[in-house]
C-alpha cells in the first residue's frame, strides 16, 4: 500500500515527524514513494530565540536527508501557542499544502498531553475530511506522538491503540541516525524521547506484530 505514493506527514514540531514513524518514513522512500513534511511550529520567540528557530530548522533537514525526504514546509508557529491561531486559518494552512502536494496518504500526530498535538490533530483532521481533495486521500492515519509529556499520569493520558504497525526492523538504523541531528532536542538516555527509549519502544511495537522493530499507528479513515 505504501510504494510509489505522495505521502503527507504532519508534524507539529521538528523530530516529532522522526520520533513518530522516521523507521517508516525511510522504508517508504526506499520503496519508492515521495514523503512530504509538514511541520507546523517552531522554535520561535516570545519562548525561544530566533537562533533557537534557526538551529532545529536546520537540524531537521539533516534529519530528512537522512531518512531521505526532499520536500518540506515550515509554517513558523510559535511552539505552545499553536492554540493561539485562529483555527480558520491553521486549517487553511494545512489544507492548502493538500490541495497543492495532492498526497494518497496523510499521516497525522495522535494528540497527547501536549496542547500543540491537540491543535494540529484537530485542524489534521478537518483539512483531510473526505469532501473535495480529500476524497482522493487513501488513508488519513495518526502515528504515536512521543511527547516530553508523557510522564503517565493516571486517568489523563490518552490511550494509544494501534491497529497497524509497520515493520521498520531493517530502517531502525536510519531513525536513530536521523534522531541524533535533532542534537538540541534529543538525548541518549534520558526521558521518553530519548533514543534509549525510542529504541525500546520500536522494540516494544515490533513484539507486539512479529517484528524485530516495529512503528504503531492508528488508522482513522482507509479506502480501499
Request: net charge positive; with cysteine.
Amino acid at each position: 500500500m505504501f510504494i510509489k505514493k505522495r505521502i503527507l506527514v504532519i508534524s507539529p514540531h521538528p523530530d516529532d515527524e522522526t520520533l513518530g514513524l522516521g523507521g517508516s518514513v525511510a522504508k517508504f522512500v526506499k520503496e519508492g514513494s515521495e514523503v512530504f513534511v509538514l511541520t507546523v511550529s517552531g522554535h520561535l520567540p516570545p519562548l525561544y530565540s530566533q537562533k533557537a528557530y534557526k538551529t532545529t530548522v536546520n537540524e531537521a533537514k539533516k534529519a530528512y536527508k537522512v531518512l531521505g525526504v526532499e520536500k518540506s514546509k515550515f509554517l513558523r508557529i510559535p511552539a505552545t501557542m499553536v492554540k493561539d491561531e485562529p483555527i480558520h486559518e491553521l486549517n487553511e494552512k494545512i489544507t492548502s499544502v493538500i490541495k497543492s502536494y495532492k498526497p494518497n496518504i496523510v499521516f497525522i500526530p495522535f494528540f497527547d498531553r501536549h496542547i500543540d498535538h491537540r491543535v494540529v490533530f484537530e485542524s489534521s483532521l478537518v483539512a483531510t475530511r473526505p469532501v473535495g481533495i480529500g476524497k482522493n486521500i487513501e488513508m488519513v492515519a495518526a502515528y504515536e506522538t512521543i511527547s516530553e509529556t508523557h510522564w503517565n499520569a493516571p486517568y489523563i493520558e490518552p490511550n494509544f491503540s494501534p491497529n497497524l504497525v509497520i515493520d521498520v526492523s531493517n530502517y531502525l538504523s536510519k531513525k536513530i541516525e536521523a534522531l541524533k541531528c535533532y542534537e538540541s532536542q534529543i538525548s541518549f538516555d534520558e526521558g521518553p524521547r530519548s533514543i534509549k527509549a525510542i529504541s525500546a519502544l520500536a522494540q516494544f511495537r515490533g513484539s507486539q506484530s512479529g517484528f524485530e522493530f516495529g512503528e504503531a499507528f492508528y488508522v482513522i479513515r482507509m479506502t480501499l
